[in-house]
């Protein structure tokens, strides 16, 4: 299994431009999970979604959307992209009855 | 709303044993506590889930009072290669109303 893949590593925005963090699962995971941890500090829950078609928001939804339209993907959506926003995003997926997540490597974002 | 609380560091040399607490006061009745260990530049990486007693894997043990306000994480014998960030998460509800309170984290740094 590759576990959780993440797309890409790394990436450079200018200031209102939109883009899709990518993020893809294949252990038949229900819950699928996307965070932003800014530097040197705790992880911040974005949106987060019980099984394809399910999503909700996690504590910092605002800037950001979600789709989940299989099990194995999740893609986190930046429409307006603000400096606020520059951070590193994982995306991680466990299986219900526990909080056993797997985590991704990370997109680390930077908007200019 | 659970709330968890953990110190923001600890300093601890080769060899020893370390143990790191994390509050959680208002936990639910069915909520598990996990912990993760993150490097730099990774996804956080799970440690060990327990909901009460005593919970030993090959890497930690975890112990969490009759009254479950609190957990601490035990390392045995620690070494430089444990040196990282450790964050408890505690869980509450269920479904779409499930809600993720993770801590700030511990940042251990471990000395020759």
């Known amino acids: 299994n590759a576990g959780v893949t993440q797309t890409p590593k790394f990436r450079i925005l200018k200031i209102g431009q939109s883009m899709t963090l990518q993020c893809t699962q294949d252990?038949?995971?229900?819950?699928m999970y996307w965070y932003r941890q800014d530097p040197g500090m705790g992880l911040k829950l974005i949106y987060y979604?019980?099984?394809?078609?399910?999503?909700d928001k996690g504590e910092v939804p605002n800037g950001y959307n979600v789709s989940r339209s299989t099990t194995e993907d999740f893609p986190l959506r930046l429409e307006l992209a603000a400096p606020s926003q520059t951070s590193v995003y994982f995306c991680?997926?466990?299986?219900?009855?526990?909080?056993?997540?797997?985590f991704g490597p990370g997109t680390r974002l930077t908007v200019l | 709303l659970a709330k968890t609380t953990q110190p923001i560091s600890m300093d601890s040399y080769e060899g020893q044993e370390v143990n790191i607490t994390c509050s959680h006061n208002?936990?639910?009745?069915?909520?598990?506590i996990t912990w993760y260990q993150q490097f730099p530049s990774q996804g956080p990486r799970f440690i060990i889930q327990?909901?009460?007693?005593?919970v030993t894997n090959e890497v930690a043990s975890l112990f969490i009072p009759a009254d479950r306000k609190s957990s601490t994480l035990s390392l045995p014998r620690v070494s430089l290669s444990d040196t990282a960030v450790y964050y408890c998460?505690?869980?509450?509800?269920?479904?779409?109303?499930?809600?993720?309170?993770w801590g700030l984290g511990t940042s251990l740094a471990v000395n020759p």
């Open positions: 979604s019980v099984g394809a078609g399910i999503t």
């Open positions: 208002n936990i639910a009745t069915n909520d598990y």
């Open positions: 252990m038949n995971h229900n819950y």
């Open positions: 991680a997926s466990n299986l219900p009855g526990g909080d056993e997540q797997f």
């Open positions: 327990g909901y009460k007693t005593k």
């Open positions: 998460l505690v869980g509450e509800g269920a479904g779409n109303n499930r809600k993720l309170i």
